[in-house]
């Protein structure tokens, strides 16, 4: 529910995507799911698997957030969903939240496209917060990595 105070509900929105996410690695444990099971997917243990041959830029596009499974160079700090796992993102996960829900218009994200799965390059906050706002798409500039394997997609998150 938004107050109309756009710094107090962006404060309000990295609680509720904090809480959500200790809320499910509690459920996990409880459940005894390994650890590592809702842990972000690195782009650079995919192509190395799959055996990268090549890129092609497709351009910008909005793309499914559901899709957007892992991170380049970012392995800590989100979980799988792209919610915070400390508060150490805070102030900039509070500063995006607060800016949108002023209506400044937010830059595409930059994400590798593997098989039917996005990467984060760059915009990671800016996906945690869609994702923690309700949104299902983002602009995206987008880069298909072309590889010798067909990429089976990672396991999508849920929403919750």
């Known amino acids: 529910m938004d107050t109309g105070f756009p710094?107090?509900?962006?404060?309000?929105?990295?609680?509720?995507?904090?809480?959500r996410q200790v809320l499910a690695r509690l459920a996990a444990r409880l459940r005894r799911q390994?650890?590592?099971?809702?842990?972000?997917?690195s782009f650079d243990d995919v192509v190395a698997a799959l055996g990268r041959t090549g890129e092609r830029p497709l351009g910008l596009r909005m793309i499914d957030l559901d899709t957007v499974v892992g991170s380049v160079d970012r392995v800590r700090g989100f979980d799988r969903r792209f919610?915070?796992?400390?508060?150490?993102?805070?102030a900039r996960f509070e500063r995006?939240?607060?800016?949108?829900?002023?209506?400044?218009?937010m830059p595409p994200i930059d994400v590798y496209?593997?098989?039917?799965?996005h990467f984060v390059r760059d915009g990671h906050h800016r996906v945690a917060v869609a994702r923690a706002r309700g949104r299902r798409a983002i602009e995206a500039r987008v880069t298909e990595v072309l590889t010798r394997s067909s990429a089976a997609p990672p396991e999508r998150p849920r929403r919750t």
């Open 34 to 41: 390994p650890s590592d099971l809702d842990a972000i997917v």
């Open 7 to 19: 710094d107090a509900d962006a404060r309000d929105d990295f609680s509720r995507a904090r809480r």
């Open 113 to 117: 496209r593997v098989g039917d799965a």
């Open 83 to 90: 919610r915070p796992t400390s508060a150490e993102s805070r």
């Open 96 to 105: 995006i939240a607060a800016a949108e829900r002023r209506g400044v218009a």
